[in-house]
């Protein structure tokens, strides 16, 4: 996979989430490599090696296992792993399925439906499926810009499309052919038992603004990971390390201290 790294010392390995690259994670790299080892990856399917894709399944497991290679490549895990709202359930099951590979595991509004005992996955409703399937069909058809703002809106905040910034709108843009396979490879709901396989040290981070539905998927994995704290970034909604830098790097700086500690 392609990535980019800066600094020394323990091993940070960023992960991003839907219509993002390595460049997601630019101000966590500039703020964290004075202390850190500093890496992001672009998976596959993703800028800027999207073309070496071709023909391969789009898959959040393929995903996962791909991690577990590239820190092995890489010779200096076990890692710190961060992972932000696809990229977290794609850490997340890293950190289930090769747990020799990850040093603690910080999630970021972590995206995917939760499962509670006894009741099954709570579905997208249909209004948000008829939204996707819209932004999807408007991507496809040309009028990119147009879909994006549809499904950005929906993950954050209305108006947040019209707000970011114009290296935002350009990685996403550089990204929007992966929108379509990505809602037709739909997340697996977290559950008690896979959380409770998660033996590494966790953090989950919500941004107070953030939808409701984010809120509630954090919740419940704070409650079901064995070792796990919460931070919340004040002022910030789901593109909460790009709003708010300091405090997110600080929230993450301070967490893995206390790991290392």
Not at 16 to 31: E, F, K, N, T, V
Not at 93 to 122: I, K, N
Not at 128 to 133: D, I, Q, W
């Amino acid at each position: 996979m392609p990535y980019i790294e800066r600094g020394e010392g323990a091993l940070l390995l960023f992960v991003h989430g839907s219509l993002c690259d390595y460049r997601y994670w630019q101000p966590q790299l500039a703020g964290l490599s004075k202390h850190y080892r500093c890496v992001a990856v672009s998976l596959t399917h993703y800028w800027p090696a999207a073309d070496a894709a071709h023909g391969l399944p789009f898959s959040w497991s393929r995903h996962a296992d791909e991690l577990a290679s590239f820190v092995d490549g890489f010779g200096a895990g076990p890692a710190h792993v961060i992972g932000h709202s696809r990229g977290g359930a794609v850490s997340f099951h890293f950190a289930r399925r090769h747990p020799q590979r990850v040093r603690s595991l910080t999630l970021a509004d972590p995206g995917g439906p939760v499962q509670t005992d006894g009741h099954p996955a709570a579905p997208l409703t249909e209004s948000a499926n008829a939204l996707r399937e819209r932004a999807v069909q408007l991507i496809e058809s040309g009028d990119v810009e147009a879909g994006l703002q549809l499904f950005v809106d929906s993950v954050s905040r209305p108006g947040s499309w019209a707000r970011s910034t114009q290296a935002f709108q350009t990685m996403a843009i550089a990204n929007a052919h992966t929108l379509g396979p990505q809602i037709r490879d739909p997340l697996p709901a977290y559950t008690r038992d896979d959380a409770a396989a998660i033996k590494c040290p966790a953090l989950l981070i919500d941004g107070a603004l953030s939808p409701q539905v984010f809120h509630r998927t954090v919740a419940a994995l704070e409650q079901w990971l064995p070792d796990a704290r919460r931070a919340t970034v004040a002022g910030a909604s789901h593109g909460m390390n790009l709003a708010k830098p300091a405090a997110f790097n600080e929230i993450i700086d301070r967490f893995i201290r206390g790991v290392r500690a």
